[in-house]
């Protein structure tokens, strides 16, 4: 049941948002995001979702230095009607979803440290804007992101959110797509990885399977490594349709009977893409670049 929410941090606004202060970014974080941004769109070039690198295009994010969030969100107004606002850390979960839920975007506003290039405990502003921002621009996706804002205000109400983190986890952080016969990155955490983003598509580690909402929303899944299990869906359009369109609640009690499932479990029903050896397993532990569960 939905519990008191913890008062907000010095210096937050009551919904957590706090200003970005661009201009206190120094020249090493804006050349630390530059080499990040380098690095990872030359990596993505053919390996992620074409509208990812459009979103780019749109939100002239391809300029250098730590994008401003005011101007990040001028654009996206335009196109989808999202906004991109900062907030200090993660926010309580409720607060997180009333933010989607109106079409805000939370963002962390630090940028790692050059130590922290390959791993990082906490979404830094690198993780949160170019991983997240650009698909926001499109509109199947920006509709998916406002409706699992006010699907997890329900599945609060409803004993249901770890249930319904695994759906974002699997998409929004961890999704790849079909795309004329072959696999293509989405989710955030995997293209704003550089190791992930060669290990999601390339190796032969990890399962590739099917979208099936029943069965994503009983996987279990790990936040210090690589993934085991990748889910695949055939487009935004039809990720929007199976669950926008569809009633959570019926979904949430007939699950309550059923057993999760391992991330290296594969069952009858599964639709495999690629049948993974699961050899890599914690060889990659400290890897992840994502943590909301
Ligand atoms: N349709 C879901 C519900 O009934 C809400 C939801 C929409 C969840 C889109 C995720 C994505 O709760
Ligand atoms: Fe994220």
């Keep these: ?66 994008p401003d969030f005011g101007e990040l969100s001028e654009r996206l107004m335009q196109r989808t009607g999202w906004q991109v606002v900062a907030v200090p850390g993660l926010v309580p979960d409720r607060l997180f979803f009333e933010h989607l839920a109106n079409r805000r975007f939370v963002a962390g506003r630090f940028i790692r440290s050059p130590g922290q290039i390959d791993y990082l405990q906490e979404p830094d502003v690198f993780h949160d804007i170019f991983g997240h921002v650009p698909l926001l621009t499109h509109p199947a996706f920006a509709d998916y992101m406002q409706a699992y804002g006010e699907g997890g205000l329900r599945a609060d109400g409803l004993g249901a959110i770890d249930r319904l983190a695994r759906l974002y986890w699997y998409t929004v952080e961890f999704g790849l797509i079909r795309r004329d016969g072959a696999l293509k990155l989405y989710g955030a955490g995997i293209v704003s990885s550089h190791g992930e983003s060669i290990f999601a598509l390339d190796d032969p580690s990890p399962h590739r399977l099917g979208f099936d909402l029943r069965r994503l929303m009983r996987t279990r899944y790990r936040i210090d490594d690589y993934q085991q299990c990748y889910f695949v869906i055939d487009s935004f359009e039809d990720l929007l349709r199976q669950t926008a369109e569809t009633d959570f609640a019926p979904i949430y009690r007939e699950l309550e009977g059923e057993a999760d499932l391992d991330p290296a479990e594969i069952v009858a029903q599964d639709r495999v893409f690629h049948w993974g050896t699961q050899h890599r397993v914690g060889e990659h532990s400290g890897n992840s670049a994502e943590e909301r569960s």
């Design 1 to 66: 049941m939905a519990q008191a929410l913890p008062p907000p941090p010095a210096g937050a606004a009551a919904d957590w948002t706090v200003p970005q202060e661009w201009h206190l970014y120094g020249a090493a974080e804006h050349a630390m995001w530059d080499r990040l941004f380098e690095r990872q769109s030359r990596m993505l070039r053919g390996r992620v979702v074409p509208e990812f690198i459009e979103g780019l295009d749109i939100l002239r994010m391809t300029k250098p230095g730590i």
